[in-house]
């Protein structure tokens, strides 16, 4: 099932202020990137890699999220991120999945936050995706 737009935009707002209220460094990827860097899809969901490599600091990150209604989707979510690298959330509100990929551990993290992301501006409102490059 596809979503409508305004409910990704909504979800997607959420994660921008969860990522500057936190000051997570966050970006978009998945199917809402890709309808941006080249042609529109549809998609159900928003996956979204934030850097965030302590693990201690995770519960004090999700439950951050709660306060710009982001939720678990799953009983234990932090459990199954300490396993995965993944936070499986939702957006309340809009009930959007959200699929919070920790970034890559320590050693990556100049390269992950230095690196100049592509802003883009859609549907009134400013968001980072990766750059594209063949390296």
Known sequence: MSRSLAEL???V???LAWSEASGVPMRIIGGVAVSILSKPRTTRDVDVVAWLPN????PVFL???ERHGIVPRIPDALGFALNSRVLLLRH???GVPIDLS???CRSRRTRFVAQSPRIWAVCAFRFQ???ISSS
Do not use: K
Request: net charge negative.
């Open 92 to 94: 309340d509100r809009s």
């Open 13 to 15: 707002r959420a994660l």
């Open 63 to 65: 439950a951050d999220g």
């Open 129 to 131: 995706c990766p750059r």
């Open 102 to 104: 920790m970034g890559p």
């Open 9 to 11: 935009e909504d979800a």
């Open 55 to 58: 693990h201690s600091e995770w």
